[in-house]
């Protein structure tokens, strides 16, 4: 199996847990409880194809309408940085049934510009600092 099929199967395999769990409910476990509540976050690689140039990747997200699609309704950009060398790095969070909408966004206005990677993401340093108030 070639890369970008193991990719998509693991998009595809995430994909389908974070469906079949259903809405997601804090709950008290004995651990910290994180400030985000009902949210995921999700981290985007956008990289750079290497054969075209900035301006050649501007026209196709332009054409794409990527600035109007992206981010959809309720998602918060935590980090949106450029990782040179490598294209950008987007972190996001939202809740968990925007997880679809944020896909198609990116699938929509970025492919074409970009060759994509997808991470769900936690921030541990909130879940530290809990830590170290509980000591």
Known sequence: MNGLAKRILGLCSLLILVAAAGPAHAQNTGGPLLP??????????????????????AELLQDAGFDEMFPPD???????????????????????????????AIERGAWGAYQTEFYVTYDLRAAREFAQSQQ
């Open 36 to 57: 985000d509540g009902d949210t995921m976050m999700l981290t985007v690689f956008l990289k750079h194809d290497q054969t075209m140039n900035n301006v050649q990747r």
């Open 74 to 104: 309720g998602v918060e950009i935590v980090d949106h940085y450029v990782m040179m060398g490598i294209g950008q790095v987007i972190v996001m969070r939202f809740p968990p049934n925007l997880l679809r909408i944020v896909n198609l």
